[in-house]
Protein backbone atom coordinates (compact mmCIF):
# COMPACT_ATOMS: atom_id res chain seq x y z
CA UNK A 1 0.00 0.00 0.00
CA UNK A 2 1.71 3.58 -0.97
CA UNK A 3 0.39 6.42 -0.59
CA UNK A 4 2.40 9.94 -2.05
CA UNK A 5 0.53 12.69 -0.21
CA UNK A 6 1.84 14.90 2.27
CA UNK A 7 2.01 14.21 6.42
CA UNK A 8 0.37 17.10 7.97
CA UNK A 9 2.21 18.63 11.09
CA UNK A 10 0.90 21.48 13.19
CA UNK A 11 2.04 23.80 16.09
CA UNK A 12 0.87 27.12 17.84
CA UNK A 13 4.29 28.12 16.71
CA UNK A 14 7.41 27.09 15.41
CA UNK A 15 8.01 24.44 18.54
CA UNK A 16 6.44 21.63 17.03
CA UNK A 17 9.59 21.41 14.57
CA UNK A 18 10.91 19.62 17.04
CA UNK A 19 8.41 16.60 16.48
CA UNK A 20 8.94 17.47 12.76
CA UNK A 21 12.60 16.73 12.64
CA UNK A 22 12.08 13.25 14.75
CA UNK A 23 9.53 12.18 11.55
CA UNK A 24 12.06 13.39 9.21
CA UNK A 25 14.69 11.64 10.37
CA UNK A 26 12.78 8.10 10.98
CA UNK A 27 10.75 8.83 7.53
CA UNK A 28 13.14 10.42 5.33
CA UNK A 29 10.97 9.88 2.09
CA UNK A 30 7.39 10.96 3.10
CA UNK A 31 6.79 14.46 1.87
CA UNK A 32 5.60 16.22 5.05
CA UNK A 33 3.88 20.27 5.42
CA UNK A 34 4.08 21.98 8.92
CA UNK A 35 1.98 24.89 9.58
CA UNK A 36 2.84 27.46 12.25
CA UNK A 37 -0.12 29.31 13.73
CA UNK A 38 2.47 31.86 15.44
CA UNK A 39 -0.10 34.02 14.79
CA UNK A 40 -1.83 32.78 17.68
CA UNK A 41 0.88 31.43 20.04
CA UNK A 42 0.50 30.63 22.60
CA UNK A 43 -2.44 28.28 22.83
CA UNK A 44 -1.35 27.90 26.66
CA UNK A 45 -3.27 30.31 27.92
CA UNK A 46 -6.32 30.54 25.42
CA UNK A 47 -10.01 28.67 26.74
CA UNK A 48 -10.67 24.81 25.23
CA UNK A 49 -12.93 26.32 23.12
CA UNK A 50 -10.60 28.94 21.30
CA UNK A 51 -7.87 25.89 21.19
CA UNK A 52 -10.70 23.46 19.43
CA UNK A 53 -11.15 26.48 17.14
CA UNK A 54 -7.89 27.09 15.99
CA UNK A 55 -6.89 23.51 15.82
CA UNK A 56 -9.76 22.96 13.48
CA UNK A 57 -8.57 25.60 10.93
CA UNK A 58 -5.55 24.10 10.97
CA UNK A 59 -6.63 21.03 10.19
CA UNK A 60 -8.72 22.28 7.35
CA UNK A 61 -5.96 23.93 5.43
CA UNK A 62 -3.51 20.85 5.64
CA UNK A 63 -6.58 18.90 4.20
CA UNK A 64 -6.94 21.23 1.42
CA UNK A 65 -3.28 20.63 0.70
CA UNK A 66 -4.14 16.91 0.71
CA UNK A 67 -2.27 15.63 3.68
CA UNK A 68 -3.39 11.98 4.26
CA UNK A 69 -2.74 12.07 8.08
CA UNK A 70 -2.08 14.94 10.61
CA UNK A 71 0.30 14.98 13.61
CA UNK A 72 -0.78 17.32 15.93
CA UNK A 73 2.54 18.37 16.95
CA UNK A 74 1.14 20.85 19.85
CA UNK A 75 0.75 19.39 23.39
CA UNK A 76 -1.84 21.77 24.11
CA UNK A 77 -3.78 21.32 21.24
CA UNK A 78 -3.92 17.70 21.58
CA UNK A 79 -5.19 17.12 25.40
CA UNK A 80 -7.60 19.80 24.48
CA UNK A 81 -8.75 19.18 21.04
CA UNK A 82 -7.69 15.73 19.60
CA UNK A 83 -11.36 13.87 20.85
CA UNK A 84 -13.33 16.67 18.95
CA UNK A 85 -10.47 16.39 15.97
CA UNK A 86 -11.21 12.77 15.63
CA UNK A 87 -15.03 12.92 15.94
CA UNK A 88 -15.37 15.29 13.33
CA UNK A 89 -12.75 14.30 10.78
CA UNK A 90 -11.57 11.11 9.15
CA UNK A 91 -8.50 11.52 8.32
CA UNK A 92 -6.39 9.74 11.01
CA UNK A 93 -4.50 12.04 13.93
CA UNK A 94 -1.37 11.42 16.00
CA UNK A 95 -1.13 13.76 18.94
CA UNK A 96 1.16 14.52 21.62
CA UNK A 97 1.03 14.54 25.00
CA UNK A 98 3.52 14.51 28.24
CA UNK A 99 5.49 11.23 28.54
CA UNK A 100 4.87 10.47 32.09
CA UNK A 101 4.18 7.13 31.90
CA UNK A 102 8.41 6.69 30.72
CA UNK A 103 9.33 9.21 33.32
CA UNK A 104 7.01 7.27 36.15
CA UNK A 105 8.28 3.75 35.58
CA UNK A 106 11.63 4.73 35.76
CA UNK A 107 11.82 7.17 38.53
CA UNK A 108 14.33 6.04 41.22
CA UNK A 109 13.32 8.81 43.95
CA UNK A 110 9.16 8.51 43.17
CA UNK A 111 9.13 12.15 42.03
CA UNK A 112 9.50 13.68 38.61
CA UNK A 113 8.74 17.21 37.41
CA UNK A 114 6.46 18.06 34.10
CA UNK A 115 7.19 21.77 32.69
CA UNK A 116 4.45 22.04 30.63
CA UNK A 117 1.56 24.93 29.31
CA UNK A 118 -1.72 26.20 31.50
CA UNK A 119 -3.53 24.70 28.75
CA UNK A 120 -1.61 21.28 29.09
CA UNK A 121 -1.87 20.85 33.19
CA UNK A 122 -5.24 22.19 33.17
CA UNK A 123 -6.79 19.51 30.79
CA UNK A 124 -9.14 16.60 31.12
CA UNK A 125 -6.26 13.93 29.33
CA UNK A 126 -3.79 15.33 31.19
CA UNK A 127 -4.76 14.97 34.60
CA UNK A 128 -6.23 11.05 33.80
CA UNK A 129 -3.03 9.98 32.30
CA UNK A 130 -1.38 11.57 35.78
CA UNK A 131 -3.88 9.74 37.92
CA UNK A 132 -2.55 6.38 36.97
CA UNK A 133 0.75 6.80 38.73
CA UNK A 134 -1.05 7.32 42.25
CA UNK A 135 3.08 6.52 43.59
CA UNK A 136 4.69 8.84 42.05
CA UNK A 137 4.95 12.31 43.31
CA UNK A 138 4.60 14.85 39.79
CA UNK A 139 5.87 18.04 40.34
CA UNK A 140 3.50 20.24 37.82
CA UNK A 141 4.87 23.64 36.61
CA UNK A 142 3.55 26.36 34.36
CA UNK A 143 5.80 27.24 31.87
CA UNK A 144 4.70 31.07 31.64
CA UNK A 145 6.51 32.93 29.11
CA UNK A 146 8.79 30.96 27.56
CA UNK A 147 7.07 29.93 24.70
CA UNK A 148 6.56 33.97 23.90
CA UNK A 149 10.27 34.22 24.59
CA UNK A 150 11.05 31.06 22.05
CA UNK A 151 8.58 32.46 19.51
CA UNK A 152 10.13 36.01 19.60
CA UNK A 153 13.78 34.40 19.27
CA UNK A 154 15.15 35.40 22.83
CA UNK A 155 16.15 31.30 23.17
CA UNK A 156 19.25 32.53 24.95
CA UNK A 157 18.58 35.46 26.68
CA UNK A 158 18.69 36.25 30.18
CA UNK A 159 15.39 36.46 31.05
CA UNK A 160 15.20 32.84 29.63
CA UNK A 161 17.65 31.62 32.18
CA UNK A 162 16.03 33.58 34.80
CA UNK A 163 12.72 32.09 34.14
CA UNK A 164 14.05 28.46 33.74
CA UNK A 165 15.72 28.88 37.13
CA UNK A 166 12.80 29.72 38.74
CA UNK A 167 10.96 26.80 37.68
CA UNK A 168 13.22 24.16 38.02
CA UNK A 169 14.91 25.29 41.38
CA UNK A 170 11.85 23.81 43.35
CA UNK A 171 11.84 20.57 41.47
CA UNK A 172 15.42 20.09 42.37
CA UNK A 173 15.08 20.73 45.81
CA UNK A 174 11.93 18.18 45.77
CA UNK A 175 14.33 15.55 44.60
CA UNK A 176 12.68 15.12 40.74
CA UNK A 177 15.28 12.01 38.86
CA UNK A 178 13.37 13.06 35.81
CA UNK A 179 11.85 16.23 34.27
CA UNK A 180 9.38 15.69 31.30
CA UNK A 181 8.99 18.43 28.96
CA UNK A 182 5.39 18.84 28.23
CA UNK A 183 5.33 21.55 25.32
CA UNK A 184 7.42 20.63 21.82
CA UNK A 185 8.49 24.01 22.27
CA UNK A 186 10.42 22.68 25.19
CA UNK A 187 13.01 20.83 23.93
CA UNK A 188 14.79 23.88 22.30
CA UNK A 189 15.67 24.55 26.21
CA UNK A 190 17.11 21.57 26.47
CA UNK A 191 21.35 22.77 26.53
CA UNK A 192 19.54 25.73 29.20
CA UNK A 193 18.34 23.40 31.27
CA UNK A 194 21.24 21.06 30.99
CA UNK A 195 23.33 23.96 32.60
CA UNK A 196 20.71 24.20 35.39
CA UNK A 197 19.67 20.34 36.25
CA UNK A 198 21.98 17.91 37.54
CA UNK A 199 23.75 15.74 35.61
CA UNK A 200 21.36 12.75 37.42
CA UNK A 201 18.11 14.08 36.43
CA UNK A 202 17.01 12.66 32.69
CA UNK A 203 15.22 14.95 30.30
CA UNK A 204 12.11 13.44 28.18
CA UNK A 205 10.71 14.67 25.52
CA UNK A 206 7.82 12.94 22.98
CA UNK A 207 9.32 13.48 19.40
CA UNK A 208 10.94 9.83 18.90
CA UNK A 209 8.05 8.17 20.24
CA UNK A 210 5.76 10.35 18.17
CA UNK A 211 7.53 9.40 14.83
CA UNK A 212 7.21 5.79 15.55
CA UNK A 213 3.54 6.11 16.10
CA UNK A 214 3.26 7.94 12.76
CA UNK A 215 5.29 5.36 11.27
CA UNK A 216 2.72 2.44 12.78
CA UNK A 217 0.02 4.80 11.68
CA UNK A 218 1.02 4.44 8.28
CA UNK A 219 1.91 1.26 8.07
CA UNK A 220 -1.37 -0.02 9.18
CA UNK A 221 -3.70 2.81 8.01
CA UNK A 222 -2.23 5.27 5.12
CA UNK A 223 0.70 3.91 3.46
CA UNK A 224 3.79 4.84 2.82
CA UNK A 225 5.39 7.00 -0.16
CA UNK A 226 7.64 5.56 -2.72
CA UNK A 227 9.12 8.27 -3.92
CA UNK A 228 12.67 9.97 -3.20
CA UNK A 229 13.25 12.52 -0.34
CA UNK A 230 11.30 15.56 -1.39
CA UNK A 231 11.96 18.86 -0.44
CA UNK A 232 9.58 19.65 3.15
CA UNK A 233 6.93 22.54 3.04
CA UNK A 234 6.88 25.22 6.23
CA UNK A 235 3.78 27.60 6.31
CA UNK A 236 3.51 30.46 9.27
CA UNK A 237 1.12 33.06 9.35
CA UNK A 238 3.36 35.78 10.66
CA UNK A 239 7.20 37.07 10.64
CA UNK A 240 8.47 33.62 8.98
CA UNK A 241 12.50 35.03 10.13
CA UNK A 242 12.44 32.81 13.65
CA UNK A 243 10.81 29.56 11.69
CA UNK A 244 14.01 29.73 9.28
CA UNK A 245 16.36 30.57 12.20
CA UNK A 246 15.47 27.16 13.97
CA UNK A 247 15.53 25.36 10.72
CA UNK A 248 19.01 26.46 10.32
CA UNK A 249 18.26 28.84 7.06
CA UNK A 250 17.91 25.33 5.01
CA UNK A 251 14.37 25.23 4.18
CA UNK A 252 12.25 27.98 2.45
CA UNK A 253 9.28 29.03 4.53
CA UNK A 254 5.80 30.21 3.24
CA UNK A 255 4.38 33.43 4.97
CA UNK A 256 0.63 32.97 4.34
CA UNK A 257 -2.16 33.71 6.04
CA UNK A 258 -4.83 31.38 7.70
Known amino acids: MTNNNPIGVFDSGIGGTSIWRA ?31 LSKKNV ?21 AIQELRADYEIPFIGIEPAIKPAAHNSKTQVIGIL ?8 ELFNKTAEMFQDTKIIEQVGYGLVQLIEDGNLNSAEMTQLLESYL ?76 SILNNKYNVIQKDF
Do not use: W
Not at 60 to 80: E, R, S, Y
Open 23 to 53: IHELLPNEKTIYLADSKNAPYGQKSKEEIVA
Open 60 to 80: DFLIANKCKLIVVACNTATTN
Open 116 to 123: ATKGTLNS
Open 169 to 244: QPMIEANIDYLVLGCSHYPYLIPQIKKILPEHIQIIDSGEAVARQTKNVLREKVGFSNTEQSEPVFYVNSNPAVLE
